[in-house]
C-alpha cells in the first residue's frame, strides 16, 4: 500500500497563489510518475500535472504558464505551484502516484485524499 498526504489548499482571490504538497509512503517500489488531477462538481476528473522520473512534465493547456509541477530529486514529494489563479480552477487537487512494485512487478496507481482549492473574491 500507499499512502499520500496532500496539504496546501485554501481560499485564495483571483489572481493569487497557491502550493499545494504531497508526500507519499509505504510500499513505495519504484515510482514512474506523481503529480495532480482536480475535480469540479459535476465534472469528470481531469489531469492538471504530472512529471516523471526524468523530469519531464505534462499540463491541461487551461494551465500552462501558471502552474509549475515539481518533485524534488525525483523524490517521494510533489509539489504544484500555482500561480494567477482563476475562478475555474476552483476544484478538489487529488495527488496521483503511478508506481511498481518491485516485489511482482505490478503496475500501482494510488490517489491522495484530496484538497479542496477556492477561488472567490
Known amino acids: 500500500q500507499v499512502q499520500l498526504v496532500e496539504s496546501g489548499g485554501g481560499l485564495v482571490q483571483p489572481g493569487g497563489s497557491l502550493r499545494l504538497s504531497c508526500e507519499a509512503s509505504?510500499?513505495?517500489?519504484?515510482?514512474?510518475?506523481m503529480g495532480w488531477y482536480r475535480q469540479a462538481p459535476g465534472t469528470r476528473r481531469e489531469m492538471v500535472a504530472l512529471?516523471?522520473?526524468?523530469?519531464?512534465?505534462d499540463y491541461v493547456v487551461s494551465v500552462e504558464g501558471r502552474f509549475t509541477v515539481s518533485r524534488p530529486n525525483a523524490g517521494n514529494t510533489v509539489y504544484l505551484q500555482m500561480n494567477s489563479l482563476k475562478l475555474e480552477d476552483t476544484a478538489a487537487y487529488f495527488c496521483?502516484?503511478?508506481?511498481?512494485?518491485?516485489?511482482?512487478?505490478?503496475?500501482?496507481?494510488?490517489w491522495g485524499q484530496g484538497t479542496q482549492v477556492t477561488v472567490s473574491s
Open positions: 496521483h502516484i503511478r508506481g511498481e512494485d518491485t516485489a511482482n512487478g505490478n503496475i500501482y496507481r494510488f
Open positions: 509505504g510500499s513505495i517500489g519504484r515510482v514512474n510518475s
Open positions: 512529471v516523471d522520473n526524468d523530469g519531464n512534465t
